[in-house]
Structure formats: C-alpha cells, structure tokens
C-alpha cells in the first residue's frame, strides 16, 4: 500500500486565489511527523511547513496552511493567496517515528501552476 | 538556500563509468540523508549517515555506495552505470537522527545524465 497518496497529478489556480492540494497517509505508527515541499522548475526542494502527529493545531508559515484530520489520515496543502511564483511541483513526506524508520518517504507529488 | 551543498550540479557520463558525488550538511548537522529522484520511481530514499555511521539503507542498489566523514561532509559512489541510473540525487541533513519531527533540509541536487 501506498504511504504518502497525492491524488492530484495537476492542478490549476488563479492568482491571489487560495488553493488546496490534497495528501493522504497511511501508518500504523502513533508518532510520525509530515511535511511539505516545493520544488521549483530549478529542481532543488524546498521545506515548507511541518505538522507533527501529537499537534492539536494546525501548523501554518506565512500564506502556507497544513489542514491536518488525523482521523482521515490526511494532511492538506493550503495556499493562500497564489502568486505566480507559487508554481512548481510540491510533494507530501512523511517520517514514521514508532518503528524508528529515519527517512522520508514521499508521495509522488502535484504539479501546480498559477495563472495570471 | 538551505545551507546544504552538493557538488557537481551536473555531471554527464557514460555505461559503466564511476562517479562521486559530494554533500556538505548544514553547519552543525550531524544526519545525511541521500535521495534519488527518477521519473519512474519517483523520490526513493537511499543512505542515511550520522556522524560517520551509517544509520539506515533504503533502495540503495549494491553498486551504490556512501560513506560520511569526520568533517561530516557525504560521498555518493556509483558504480558500472546504467542508462536507469540517469537522475537526480540530493542530499539532504538534518541536526540529529531520532525524532519524527526532524525536518530534512535539501540540497541543490546533482543531475547525473548516463549516456
């Protein structure tokens, strides 16, 4: 089974609209942390915003928002405000804590591209 | 900029050639991670090192090879390549091993092209 599903292969937004990309996860671990990462047509990535499992709050930076249902297992990107620089692929990550797996392991992203 | 390093940005070589590919972490990070991203697979965990010992392995194939030294920095060894090992390899550290809330700072990659 997959751990990290990125449902959205691509998605299309307008500027200054607040857009969603969605990512769920599956684990059996209590304490595992996910993350967020933008990778630019330049190719680096980029860290975005973290939400660890025994968070009661969403975790937000800036215009980024992570919408965290732990019953449901997903962990949804929230943007708001695109700006044309907001295009680029992003990735959902996760790092399983219980069982001492150290890596990440992502899911295979959604390529989002804003329109002026 | 992350304050991770890897050298060469691009490196074009041919079948069964070797190639190194260097990482220095971020100052004061102990953890190296290295991640290949391909169009079939997608991002795949390979190696991690901390402080100088290997931690844990992914899909790292046994013509691949690490290792992490006393400064810290990391080398990727590859080895008799193949066309399938054309890709994109980052780097990535992070200030400890243990911990699911670690985040994982990456580097610029190093694009390897195998003709």
């Known amino acids: 089974a997959q751990k990290i599903t990125q449902t959205q292969p691509g998605m299309f937004v307008q500027e200054k609209e607040a857009v969603t990309l969605d990512c769920t996860y599956d684990t059996s671990d209590q304490s595992y942390g996910l993350f967020w990462y933008k990778q630019p047509s330049s190719g680096e990535m980029i860290f975005l915003i973290y939400q660890g499992s025994y968070d009661e709050q969403n975790a937000t930076e800036g215009r980024y928002s992570l919408n965290f249902q732990k019953a449901r297992k997903s962990a949804n990107l929230v943007i708001s405000a695109s700006q044309l620089g907001d295009s680029a692929m992003y990735f959902c990550?996760?790092?399983?804590?219980?069982?001492?797996?150290?890596?990440?392991?992502f899911g295979s992203g959604t390529r989002l591209q804003v329109q002026p | 900029d992350s304050g991770v390093t890897q050298t060469p940005k691009h490196l074009i070589t041919a079948t069964g050639q070797r190639v190194t590919l260097r990482c220095s972490p971020r100052?004061?990070?102990?953890?190296v991670y290295w991640y290949q991203q391909s169009l079939d697979q997608g991002l795949q965990f390979l190696i991690q090192?901390?402080?100088?010992?290997?931690?844990a392995k992914g899909n790292i194939l046994e013509r691949f090879s690490a290792q992490q030294f006393p400064d810290l920095h990391s080398e990727l060894n590859l080895s008799s390549l193949e066309l399938g090992d054309s890709a994109l390899y980052f780097c990535?550290?992070?200030?400890?091993?243990?911990?699911?809330?670690?985040?994982?700072?990456f580097g610029p990659g190093t694009r390897l092209l195998v003709l």
């Open positions: 990550a996760m790092r399983e804590g219980d069982t001492g797996r150290r890596a990440l392991t």
């Open positions: 100052s004061g990070d102990l953890s």
């Open positions: 090192y901390y402080n100088g010992e290997e931690r």
């Open positions: 990535a550290s992070s200030p400890h091993s243990e911990g699911p809330q670690e985040t994982q700072y």
